[in-house]
């Protein structure tokens, strides 16, 4: 194990956890591992970045993030293949992405080099958290807050560029069944809901807890002028099955543009499959549902990977959906999986080893 | 001074910091009294709050606020007239606010009665810190954050509840020049524009840096779906006054129910200014500027009290607004003022003394 420090500053953990984790009964997101990442951004400038345990650090109450949200994240894998080798999945499309998310909540970018090599630095570390095997997988959570202690609204001056690492499993495992949005949205034309901008999280919570009452896992968000047009689930892009085509809407300033997504577009083109990128009415969709033709949705995201969805719900009309025998959720879920963990051929260049 | 601390726990601070202050020449939200008051959120309950020396706290990386914007607030003042009696206003309204933001962002109700024993607390402890004269206030930030340390997005299980309290004096003093929003957005149609929440706020400082770019201090928002009404500015509600009549726009779920706002809308009945509220076409003050009829565009809000805008801009034509002599911003914020700092008759019972 090579650690490169040339530009990060490694302070290595007296003790570890690993033996504490149940890895066969991973909750997502709370268990995390020995180290983390931490850049701070001061007087115009990222500062040395370092690896050091994991561990709380202290914020003044006052703090702009506590405030007004001005915080990005991104969320990332690595995979490890049998024979010990780790692999990222496109990595450099989460890197543009957190700063063009940065960019529209008014932050400084990341720069590249420490973003690249403060991950392997972590991975490296923490190799024994990443365990190999199908589904297995250690969740990456890169994540820019504002720090300044100032509460007048506006953008901070000091910033901290934060990476911790949390082992995980496949984040969905049953179908889940979605309510399609007729009166709460998730984002606005001319909003932040195309950046992983913190606060398009917290705003589903509510609209979401009450899908989950009516008996509904999630949310399939629809545009917010006129909820006729279906857009993406919470932390997914949604796909949809008539006969034998795909179809997902277009990315838009509503629209994260999600990197499961758009290698599901090609793998769609590599395997023959013909998918529209198009605007979606719920009306065809519930047309599709009674007429036989919706053979499939399902959501595809980094955390789920891809997310079978079997029932839907709109205007108080429920869809259920037969399970699909020549299922593309299935078939798609382990062409991605194959590639991610160095099973199958990788002809566009998406896996990152890191060495 | 009587602490009540019938519920509050109360830990007075060794050392105080008012004299490295200088009162004369303050930034707002750059500095904090002595005390702030801390209240957690754990296995379902609000724990006993506490009044304890102003100081930084530890957080855990994973703690949901830095990740999914979970979290809300509130601005309110507190006010020191000339026999040393200090004074709240309306403050059941930013209460009530709170609670509603909370709801909207999945996050517990926090109870009526540790809201003002804290507020009371804190100010008695920092009664120094409020300093009388007109314009003199202490701003009081209550917010609620998530603290729970775990990233799946969905509601945290554990959060705090804080007030800090901030010495200010008139947020803006020169009239503002504004932009008028064509193409970002503050909020949808069942979003949180209604809640202040934090992420509303980081999603305006992008397009409000170009405003400012192009010479503008803030921005006027527009529907998100049309951008043909007026809403409101970043931090405060808007008024028009064509002739002698006042128009503001409608509460929405897109727009903050401001305390100020509702304020003037009485306080004109009171006065015999006619004051409509409804919907606002960006064309109708346009036309209305070109006709003369125009007379001022003031903001509204608790930090600025009022702030008269001076000129607008909207597709790239620029309006001037003349300087009224009978200003009715002048009016509304010389009657704010003397109500707030118990100059005049508080006919509706607006003030609340903090004994
Ligand atoms: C809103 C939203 N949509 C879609 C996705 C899927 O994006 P990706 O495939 O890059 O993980 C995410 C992130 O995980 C998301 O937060
Ligand atoms: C978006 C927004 N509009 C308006 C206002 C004015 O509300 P208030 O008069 O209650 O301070 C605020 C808060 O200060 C605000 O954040």
């Not at 894998?77 to 080798?85: C, R, S």
């Not at 392997?120 to 990456?140: A, H, R, V």
């Not at 506006?154 to 901290?160: D, E, G, H, I, M």
């Not at 053979?295 to 108080?316: D, L, M, Q, R, Y």
């Amino acid at each position: 194990m090579a650690i490169n420090t040339e530009n990060v500053s490694v302070e290595i953990s007296k003790t570890s956890k690993i033996d504490s984790v149940d890895f066969s009964n991973l909750n997502f997101g709370r268990e995390f591992t020995d180290h983390m990442f931490v850049c701070d951004f001061v007087d115009g400038e990222w500062q040395t970045p370092k690896v050091m345990p994991y561990q709380a650090m202290s914020y003044e109450p006052s703090a702009r993030v506590f405030h007004y949200g001005q915080a990005v994240f991104e969320g990332m894998k690595a995979y490890k293949d049998d024979n010990g080798k780790v692999f990222l999945f496109r990595p450099k499309q989460n890197f543009d992405r957190i700063n063009k998310s940065a960019q529209r909540l008014a932050m400084p970018a990341f720069p590249e080099n420490y973003f690249f090599e403060g991950l392997e630095t972590l991975l490296k570390l923490d190799n024994e958290w990443i365990k190999p095997g199908m589904g297995n997988s250690l969740y990456l959570r890169p994540f820019i807050i504002a720090t300044e202690p100032a509460i007048s609204a506006s953008p901070a001056n000091t910033y901290r560029f934060m990476i911790i690492c949390s082992p995980a499993k496949a984040y969905y495992n049953a179908p889940v069944r979605v309510l399609v949005a007729e009166e709460y949205s998730r984002s606005a034309d001319g909003g932040v809901g195309f950046a992983k901008a913190a606060g398009n999280y917290a705003a589903q919570f509510y609209p979401t807890s009450l899908a989950q009452e009516k008996g509904f896992q999630q949310v399939i968000w629809t545009d917010a002028s006129t909820h006729t047009y279906l857009e993406e689930a919470g932390t997914m892009n949604v796909f949809f099955r008539i006969n034998d085509t795909l179809i997902t809407a277009p990315t838009s300033d509503r629209i994260l543009d999600g990197v499961t997504r758009k290698s599901i577009v090609q793998l769609a083109e590599d395997l023959g499959i013909k998918c529209e990128v198009r605007k979606i009415k719920v009306d065809e969709i519930k047309t599709a549902a009674k007429d036989g033709s919706l053979k499939e949705i399902f959501g595809a995201g980094t955390a789920a990977v891809i997310s079978p969805i079997s029932a839907f719900e709109h205007k108080n009309e429920l869809f259920d959906i037969p399970v699909s025998e020549d299922s593309y959720a299935k078939l798609f879920k382990q062409t991605l999986l194959n590639i991610q963990h160095n099973v199958s051929e990788d002809k566009h260049g998406w896996r990152y080893e890191v060495k």
